[in-house]
């Protein structure tokens, strides 16, 4: 055999074994969550309902990617003399990256850090006026997962939401969710 034909049988087989290594690698792991959340604003004081879906995957063993969409169900009235006001939101979506530690193999602590958009409408219940505005910000957050079986587990999370106006929204979820 040749110095030439060994060099490329060499050169073959460890491009196979490369790439047959490359294709063994798993996936990322990825997720659902199904969460209901309600944000808590001050300026005006109201309490508007979410429910809301996640996809993610974990990138690593400590962090995941996740983007989301939800709705509000449900309208908050609050008082704005003359005139009395309903608020809800129509959507809100974004995403965020999710630093996680395991503290062991029930229980996950994790962080959240993101970006979100979303609509809220007003409008005064005898109909005279109604507003919709778009909103956006940064979002950033703490929680923990509890696995109740081997896939399936419920988690609790607090955020801020970063609001255009200087007006901070508080978030908190609970939900359920299932690792792939």
Do not use: C
């Amino acid at each position: 055999m040749s110095f030439q034909t060994t060099l490329i049988t060499a050169l073959a087989l460890t491009a196979l074994t490369a790439s047959a290594k490359a294709f063994a690698e798993p996936l990322p792991a990825l997720y659902w969550e199904l969460n209901y959340g309600q944000i808590q604003t001050d300026s005006p004081n109201l309490n508007l309902d979410i429910v809301s879906a996640t996809l993610g995957a974990n990138l690593t063993q400590h962090l995941a990617i996740e983007g989301f969409i939800g709705t509000g169900i449900g309208t908050e009235t609050f008082n704005r003399e003359p005139s009395t006001i309903e608020a809800q939101v129509n959507h809100i979506y974004g995403f965020s990256l999710k630093p996680n530690y395991a503290l062991n193999d029930k229980i996950t602590l994790f962080g959240k850090l993101g970006y979100r958009w979303s609509q809220e409408e007003l409008k005064e219940t005898n109909g005279a006026a109604q507003a919709t505005f778009d909103s956006k910000g940064w979002l950033a957050g703490i929680g923990g997962e509890y696995k109740v079986f081997d896939h399936f587990y419920v988690n609790s999370a607090y955020s801020i939401l970063e609001t255009e106006d200087g007006d901070n929204a508080n978030l908190l979820n609970i939900g359920i969710g299932q690792q792939f």
